[in-house]
């Protein structure tokens, strides 16, 4: 099969096409369902081996049904990974020991390819008692930030980062530095963030009552709800996290109900799971199954639908039985409940093919009636493999009585009371970025068509990105089955042009037909009123939403996809800029525990049109062994430098240098090198450069300037004299109030 777009074929080859260096591969992607569907069927009884893999490859024959990444790039190539896309860390302990026992463990999980999620509303808030050692506890956000180095460093399976999420209750003292975390340029990017909302807090917002901040039942303070709320929501305003999980009602409709409690989700919210919870990913393509598209009689092949539905169901349960886990305890989870996450991809391409619009009343009643199907079928395969092989172990019959199974098929709820059920779970709707690339960009998940012709950012080996255009899989029909005639404008909507409520809509609807919960963007204007966007969330609370993530256009953040036209490139060759005889600056200190000296960084500015910018650095040590690699590492910095343009980079590239010797706590944080402390240095420098300007005098090259004093408040390097007070430029404090 060839490809329509050099793009799938491009993310086939790089991303899940089995090419070792020792042996034949995949010649094509047919050769890469085949690979798959032999190596699941291995869970098949050998006389139903041969019948049950001709199954699979039809299922995936086509882009039909997309299993979840690392399925595609794992099965089958007895490589030391897991098929499992997501995790849930075991619960975070609050001691030193047990912390970095889960580190160590969250670490391997990573490595072997699987996302993971945390709550570290177990670890005790900043400035509490450690008793035993006379010291203050850092708070969970410390810890957060060793997770975010520790991920920075690990190229997750070989082919991507790791990807984490973090989360913290909204009754937790240290709520508020988590809620602005990602206020500060370069803090745990490596983490989305999800806040723990209950009813409780809900409610109390509802009332405009107090809301208590607490720890192991004592409450260290007190807040207004609806203040702790503004505050969250002026965070997503302007930066697009945290998000919100509404827990209550994450554990109130869980199937599993009876056998775990859950307070943390995987990377990306649609898989909401307990401690050391695992579950494998798999979406069918609605837009493959659409017949007669753009026509008056379009519709979607539902008898289809179903007959995939079942053999999605059997291959994923398969994959349980086959994969490996990074843990023990991953292992033992999964198969106990041996919970599946089957969704959808290319719903808003399939109501586009049927003439419906994503949002208005037409296009929800069709998300129903296809999530419908989807749920009968799933159920009643589970059952049937119940029967065949057994129900998974901690089944309880009670499951008949949770909401998720209460609406249900009459006939089902007979099959699955005479049979029990083979999965604990079964539905729940992903993200299908890279892999509904590969079936002709289609668009993903649930999502709307983000825009029908777009740009890509593609991120290359070295770190480096490309742009791609792309066209949208409708887009591409239309012209395909009618040439230049313009396109529907009914139909054909983007979440350019949509409003909020279609996505909450949307969102709804399917929540009310999924058993675990949905990963889903809603995206708002740029020019929204904060009122209208915080009430985005409560609506969705008030619509049944698990939980809500949004996008407005902001200057933190960047987006992976650009309907813009791309800027033109600088020069390669810019320009050098004349050295100054003299040049303002200043030199910082860092006091480094492996080393017996200091090591000082001098960063000198250049004045220009008003302005100033970073236009050498010097790294000075008595410590030789330091000299050779700070020599060349200044020399480049600053060949960089002088270039000019944006020059943040460099602080974020030295930042995630890993040392495997070990990093070091400076001023209350990890930091994982001496290269990434300089990094550190470099970027508060670029950050408060007109501070810096107030307090430096002109110094030589290598000389001394400005040593910033500690901090008495939050312990940085940070401390400078202006306007005749001391006054820190990291956390605000100021000795004259």
């Not at 602005?180 to 745990?188: I, Q």
């Not at 859950?262 to 837009?287: D, H």
């Not at 300037?705 to 939050?714: D, E, M």
Request: charged share 25%.
């Amino acid at each position: 099969m060839a490809f329509d777009n050099p793009l799938a074929g491009e993310i086939w080859n790089s991303k899940y096409r089995f090419a070792p260096a020792d042996g034949p591969g995949d010649a094509n992607v047919e050769e890469t369902w085949e690979r798959v569907a032999a190596a699941v069927s291995e869970a098949e009884s050998p006389k139903l081996r041969k019948f049950w893999k001709g199954r699979f490859y039809e299922a995936l024959r086509e882009h039909r049904f997309l299993p979840a990444g690392r399925i595609l790039a794992g099965a089958g190539t007895g490589r030391a990974v897991t098929l499992f896309n997501c995790f849930v860390m075991g619960t975070v302990p609050d001691d030193l020991g047990g912390i970095f026992e889960h580190l160590r463990e969250a670490a391997v999980t990573l490595q072997q390819g699987g996302g993971v999620g945390m709550d570290f509303s177990t670890v005790r808030p900043s400035g509490a008692r450690v008793r035993g050692v006379g010291a203050e506890a850092s708070g969970p956000l410390s810890f957060m930030d060793v997770w975010d180095s520790m991920c920075r460093t690990i190229m997750s399976a070989g082919q991507r980062r790791g990807a984490m999420m973090g989360c913290l209750r909204i009754d937790h003292p240290d709520i508020e530095a988590f809620i602005d975390a990602k206020r500060e340029p370069g803090r745990l990017r490596n983490f989305n963030l999800s806040v723990l909302v209950p009813d409780a807090f809900m409610g109390a917002l509802e009332e405009g009552a107090d809301w208590p901040l607490v720890f192991r039942g004592e409450t260290v303070r007190v807040v207004k709800a609806a203040a702790l709320w503004e505050r969250l929501m002026r965070a997503t305003y302007d930066a697009a996290e945290p998000g919100v999980i509404f827990i209550d009602r994450v554990n109130a409709n869980n199937n599993l109900a009876d056998c775990e409690t859950i307070s943390a989700s995987n990377p990306c919210g649609e898989q909401m799971l307990p401690p050391y919870g695992a579950c494998l990913l798999g979406s069918v393509n609605l837009a493959a199954l659409v017949e007669r598209p753009f026509e008056a009689d379009a519709a979607l092949d539902e008898t289809a639908l179903g007959e995939l539905t079942r053999t999605a169901i059997r291959l994923l349960d398969d994959v349980i039985d086959v994969s490996r886990f990074p843990l023990p305890a991953q292992d033992t989870e999964a198969k106990a409940k041996r919970r599946i996450g089957l969704g959808v991809t290319g719903l808003a391409d399939a109501l586009i093919l049927c003439g419906a619009r994503y949002g208005e009343d037409e296009g929800v009643a069709l998300t129903r009636r296809w999530l419908t199907v989807i749920k009968t079928g799933a159920y009643r395969a589970s059952a049937e493999l119940a029967a065949e092989k057994g129900a998974y172990p901690l089944y309880d019959p009670a499951v008949l009585e949770r909401p998720n199974l209460r609406g249900l098929d009459p006939e089902v709820r007979e099959l699955i009371a005479r049979h029990g059920l083979r999965n604990g779970c079964l539905t729940s709707i992903a993200p299908t970025g890279t892999t509904s690339l590969l079936a002709g960009n289609v668009s993903s998940g649930i999502e709307p068509v983000f825009a029908f012709s777009y740009t890509r950012k593609v991120r290359q080996p070295d770190g480096t990105t490309r742009e791609e255009p792309v066209e949208d899989f409708a887009l591409s029909a239309w012209r395909r089955l009618k040439g230049d005639a313009p396109p529907p404008e009914h139909a054909f909507v983007s979440a350019q042009t949509l409003k909020p409520e279609h996505h909450l809509r949307m969102q709804s609807a399917a929540q009310a037909l999924i058993d675990s919960s949905i990963s889903k963007t809603v995206n708002c204007p740029e020019d929204i009123a904060f009122d209208a966007f915080s009430d985005v969330y409560r609506e969705g609370y008030r619509m049944g939403c698990k939980g809500l993530t949004t996008y407005r256009p902001n200057a933190v953040t960047g987006s992976v996809l650009s309907v813009a036209p791309p800027a033109p490139p600088p020069p390669m060759e810019a320009p050098l800029a004349d050295r100054p005889k003299a040049l303002d600056g200043a030199t910082y200190k860092i006091k480094w525990p492996q080393s017996a000296h200091a090591v000082y960084v001098t960063v000198n500015d250049l004045e220009e049109g008003g302005e100033r910018r970073p236009f050498e650095v010097f790294v000075n040590s008595k410590n030789m062994e330091h000299y050779a690699w700070t020599l060349g590492l200044t020399r480049m910095i600053s060949a960089v430098f002088r270039r000019g343009g944006d020059v943040s980079f460099v602080a974020e590239e030295l930042k995630a240098v890993f040392d495997p010797c070990g990093g070091a706590w400076l001023d209350g944080r990890y930091v994982p090198s001496l290269p990434a402390a300089i990094g550190g240095i470099l970027e508060r420098h670029m950050g408060h450069a007109e501070e810096v300007a107030d307090q430096t005098h002109a110094a030589p090259a290598g000389g001394p300037g400005i040593v910033p004093s500690a901090c008495p408040h939050c312990g940085a390097a940070a401390l400078l004299r202006k306007e005749g007070c001391d006054s820190c430029l990291e956390c605000g404090y100021s000795k004259c109030g």
